[in-house]
């Protein structure tokens, strides 16, 4: 891993367009801005880990559960 | 700036049909980072349940529902960044859906609400949103 010392209202780049810069340090916590194309997802590290995961576990069910979740949401009228 | 989402009627093919549109991810889905093409295909005739199927690897699909008939009060708010990343400056264009994990058995299905899938129906562009901070669960049961 890179170590960089870095000061409040410094900066860090990350390849051509990808910019962050210290805001402030106080006691144990440090803000961060970000300035990053659009198109890249700038997320905590866990909110994308959980998120990951749940797209994960939502991929590919088996026909025989999407058989059972379409046949539980069928209307009551329809089921006679 | 946000907006809020209004409720529209998906409008896609039958499972009958042969050439379904394509809709590309402006952002791959987190896990996912190869797939970007998808189609939605509609899986019973009350339009409750979709699956949003890679068109290049269809062994890859997601189980996906309209929010309304599930949770009614359901009403993300979009940024404009997002917005402007799918070319959209009318958010009434957006269809959203939920992504749906099955798990063990169908009772205990669940909806990310966190993350929708929005899909705008005129460009057909579409990306997973991430309502940071808006507190909403990525597992909320469908109560069915």
């Known amino acids: 891993m890179l170590v960089l010392t870095r000061r409040p209202g410094e900066s860090v780049m990350i390849g051509d367009d990808v910019v962050v810069t210290v805001l402030e340090v106080r006691g144990d916590v440090v803000r961060i801005g ?14 994308y880990r959980e998120l990951r995961q749940a797209n994960q576990e939502a991929a590919s069910p088996n026909e025989e559960a999407v058989r059972d ?6 209307p009551p009228a329809s089921e006679s | 700036m946000s907006a809020p989402l209004t409720e529209t009627t998906p409008s896609v093919s039958s499972p009958e049909t042969d050439e379904l549109p394509i809709i590309e991810l402006v952002r791959p889905m987190p896990g996912f980072p190869g797939h970007r093409r998808f ?3 509609r899986l019973d ?10 068109a ?13 008939p599930f949770f009614p009060n359901y009403a993300p708010e979009v940024d404009s960044e997002t917005l402007e990343l799918l070319g959209v400056d009318d958010p ?12 063990g058995s169908a009772r205990e299905a669940t909806a990310n609400l966190m993350a929708p899938i929005l899909v705008d129906q005129v460009n057909r562009r579409a990306v997973q949103a991430v309502l940071t901070g808006s507190g909403l669960p990525v597992r909320a049961p469908l109560g069915c």
């Open chain 2, 92 to 103: 009434d264009r957006l269809l959203v859906l939920l992504v749906v994990t099955v798990g």
């Open chain 1, 34 to 47: 970000i300035r990053a194309p659009r198109d890249v997802q700038v997320h905590r590290e866990e909110v």
């Open chain 1, 69 to 74: 979740l379409a046949r539980l949401l069928q």
């Open chain 2, 45 to 54: 005739d009350a339009g409750l349940l979709y699956t949003f199927t890679s």
């Open chain 2, 39 to 41: 189609v939605l295909v």
């Open chain 2, 56 to 68: 290049d690897a269809p062994e890859l699909r997601f189980l996906v529902i309209p929010p309304l």
